[in-house]
């Protein structure tokens, strides 16, 4: 069975386009939100493997939404990884706070979002720390 990921970002092409490329290109199942709350609720509602979160996100930002994550024990597990247009310098150290365990700048190559999935998958040491491509 494919691994599911929760794919968060408010901006419909972007998300659709990130959706493609993991589904088609990485071959795995997806889940969709648009917003910090719809994470919330669909993480724990449903319990993808993996999700991949944009920061600027409407009501409430990814930071916040993975804390919220981070602090609820049935959904502390899921790895939550930064996709952002956000600067690492400035947001890397609130991601890893909030219980992000990657950061990867917009745009991301299939490659290194597909490399990053898989290592975290199969429990390897992380291959993005922070903005360090």
């Not at 429990?123 to 903005?131: A, D, F, K, S």
Request: glycine content about 6%; some cysteine; overall charge negative.
């Amino acid at each position: 069975m494919a691994k599911k990921i929760l794919v968060v970002e408010d901006v419909e092409d972007s998300r659709s386009i990130l959706v493609v490329m993991l589904q088609r290109y990485c071959g795995y199942e997806t889940m969709e939100a648009a917003t910090g709350l719809e994470a919330v609720e669909k993480a724990t509602a449903d319990k993808p493997d993996l999700i991949v979160m944009d920061l600027g996100l409407p009501g409430m930002s990814g930071v916040d939404a993975a804390k919220i994550l981070k602090d609820n024990p049935s959904t502390a597990h899921i790895p939550i990884v930064a996709h952002t247009a956000w600067s690492a310098e400035r947001w890397g150290d609130r991601a890893r706070d909030a219980g992000m365990i990657e950061f990867l700048q917009k745009p991301v190559p299939i490659k290194i979002m597909k490399e990053t999935i898989e290592k975290l998958f199969l429990g390897l040491p992380h291959c993005c720390p922070y903005g360090e491509l």
